[in-house]
């Protein structure tokens, strides 16, 4: 059993899991920094620890204060959230040497996953598709791989997760600049700056699929279509994948749960893909061991509450669901409300939140940590709260998704309510099946 939970994250994702826990009679303690004592989820946790000062690098992302503060709060178990340490092999491996649970796949999972590479040779070891590509150590063999794969082509991190260290190269004399500023960003974000060369799909779609496992068994919760990114950001997300095809729907829910089986995964995680547009031909991207922040869309429309099938299989219980259990209902659309202004270039606003008029009603869930007077630290990710509607059908949802956006209103900072408003009024949206360059094509 899992008793007394220390929570290793903040914002929204914080204050999801604390509702869980409490729900299963869990006492949780959230580590906090010294920017979010004062925090939401700081005063609904049952208890705090101080984890440091508010840069990230100093308390959310320190392996030894996290650690110490969970040990010292007398925690049985460590929930990472999304982010920070939460795919951090080194940070499980603190967490079991302490005496705690951690509640996420074990060791070996998270060091193969956490390497891009060694997660396409395992995909590969699976039978999955991935894209033409690979590792390049030296700016000669770079050169020579971007030759070999061709043109357009994305530089990656191999340590990378959230869009950094990712560069779009369109033609041979824009390589070296690309490849500096990647490798400069995979160091600042991760402390690694190796990548590695895979080809660029101009019109392919971002789908992924929610798997659960405990060691033995896995299953699939279904797809989520991710493609409206900006600088390969995720900023819509929904569930069922729209306008793919039940051939393609199947050959890519059946690769991913083959992938969790080969490597025995355990918890939650998500194995994304990206999908050719013109064909439907799907590739292996990476599978993210962890909570997503959009696991929200899958829980609407399966009913399953992903962080309780966390904890239960932290716990050491096997997977009481089956597949033939799982029975997506209807369709549920999720946007992120980020302190951002959109018609600035996405610039930052931190600042306090005067008003804070979140929508509710029948099909709409809010997950935020946001209220009147909240503030916006400049510290960290900037996500304020999403926005997530569910509908008998996904006209229901749209539909649904822009009166919701009407009706919300946050003053104090700029956020990107207005970009949303906008893709749910866009024709190419309401049809469904966009490509992952919708957003630029779409204007104030």
């Known amino acids: 059993m899992i008793r007394r939970l220390f ?97 996420g796949p074990d060791i070996a999972t998270l060091e193969g996953m956490g390497d891009k590479l060694a997660a396409r040779r395992l995909a590969l070891a699976a039978g999955l598709p991935v894209l033409p590509g690979g590792e390049a150590e030296t700016p000669e063999a770079v050169q ?26 369109d033609r ?27 080809r660029f799909v101009a019109l392919g779609r971002h789908v992924e699929v929610q798997l659960l496992g405990d060691g033995t068994a896995a299953l699939h919760l279904g797809t989520r279509d991710c493609s409206i990114q900006r600088r390969f950001q995720k900023l819509v997300e929904e569930a069922p994948a729209p306008a793919l095809p039940d051939v393609a729907r199947g050959a890519i829910e059946q690769a991913a749960v083959r992938l969790a089986r080969h490597i025995g995964y355990r918890g939650a995680g998500t194995a994304e893909f990206l999908v050719d547009a013109t064909d439907f031909s799907f590739y292996f991207l990476e599978l993210n061991a962890r909570i997503q922040v959009e696991h929200p869309v899958t829980e609407a429309i399966t009913g399953v509450d992903l962080v309780e099938q966390q904890l239960l299989v932290a716990m050491g219980k096997p997977l009481t669901l089956t597949q033939t259990m799982i029975r ?34 029948p099909g709409i ?6 209220a009147q007077g909240g503030q916006i630290p400049p510290f960290y990710d900037s996500l304020m709260g999403k926005l997530i509607v569910h509908g008998a059908t996904r006209a229901d949802a749209v539909t649904l998704l822009a009166r919701a956006l009407g009706s919300l209103a946050i003053e104090g900072v700029a956020t ?17 099946g966009v490509d992952t360059g919708f957003l630029g094509g779409l204007r104030p």
Request: charged share 20%.
């Open 144 to 169: 020579a791989r971007a030759a070999e794969t061709g043109y357009p082509l994305l530089l990656k991190a191999v340590a990378g997760g959230g869009g950094k260290g990712m560069r779009r190269v």
């Open 328 to 361: 997506p209902r209807g369709h549920a659309i999720e946007v992120r409300i980020n302190a951002e202004d959109p018609d600035a270039d996405f610039r930052p606003a931190p600042g306090t939140v005067t008003r804070a008029a979140w929508p509710a009603g």
């Open 172 to 198: 041979p004399e824009d390589l070296d600049a690309a490849l500096a500023m990647a490798r400069a960003e995979a160091q600042a974000s991760f402390g690694n700056a190796a990548v590695y060369v895979e």
């Open 365 to 370: 869930r809010i997950d935020t940590h946001i």
């Open 7 to 103: 929570i290793a994250n903040r914002g929204e994702i914080a204050l999801r899991v604390i509702r869980t826990a409490r729900r299963m009679g869990i006492t949780t303690v959230l580590g906090v920094s010294e920017a979010d004592k004062a925090s939401l989820p700081a005063e609904l946790a049952d208890e705090i620890a101080l984890v440091g000062p508010a840069p990230s690098s100093q308390s959310y992302l320190s392996i030894e204060r996290v650690v110490a503060a969970a040990s010292a709060a007398g925690c049985d178990a460590v929930h990472p959230g999304y982010g920070f340490l939460s795919e951090n092999a080194a940070f499980a491996c603190a967490v079991g040497a302490a005496g705690m649970r951690f509640v």
């Open 416 to 432: 990107t309510a207005s970009l949303h408003r906008r893709i749910a009024a866009d024709p190419r949206f309401i049809a469904g």
